[in-house]
């Protein structure tokens, strides 16, 4: 079964840090650039980052710029987002997916979608 699994969330306090993984089963992330997403209930998936892996190019969304880092561990075939200086408004689910997308914080063109995790950052 081809999978994607975000793991790493969890409850922290605003200010503090959490680091996701994304780790590919079925598939090796090898071949994809990674995007990471986020959704709260009542409002729209948004696009947090993307990682080309080939190059290393990276992007992020304004809301999160300065604060996330995505990085990819190739040894190891795993992709992180390091998250800084959590806020109250950073508590969402959080997904990873892989794929080639033409514009890389849309969903679209993300060829596989995994299991969320739970980030709640409280005031």
């Known amino acids: 079964e081809v999978q994607l699994q975000a793991s790493g969330g969890g409850l922290v306090q605003a200010g503090e840090s959490l680091r996701l993984s994304c780790v590919a089963s079925?598939?090796?992330?090898?071949?994809?650039?990674i995007g990471w997403f986020r959704q709260t209930p009542g409002k729209e998936c948004e696009g947090v980052s993307h990682?080309?892996?080939?190059?290393?190019?990276?992007y992020y969304a304004n809301s999160v710029k300065g604060r996330f880092t995505a990085t990819s561990d190739n040894a190891n075939h795993t992709v992180y987002l390091q998250m800084n200086c959590l806020q109250p408004g950073d508590t969402a689910v959080y997904y990873c997916?892989?794929?080639?997308?033409?514009?890389?914080?849309?969903?679209?063109?993300?060829?596989?979608w995994g299991h969320g995790t739970q980030v709640t950052v409280s005031s």
């Open positions: 079925g598939f090796t992330v090898d071949n994809y650039a």
């Open positions: 997916a892989a794929g080639w997308p033409t514009i890389p914080l849309l969903q679209h063109g993300y060829d596989y």
């Open positions: 990682i080309n892996r080939n190059n290393g190019i990276t």
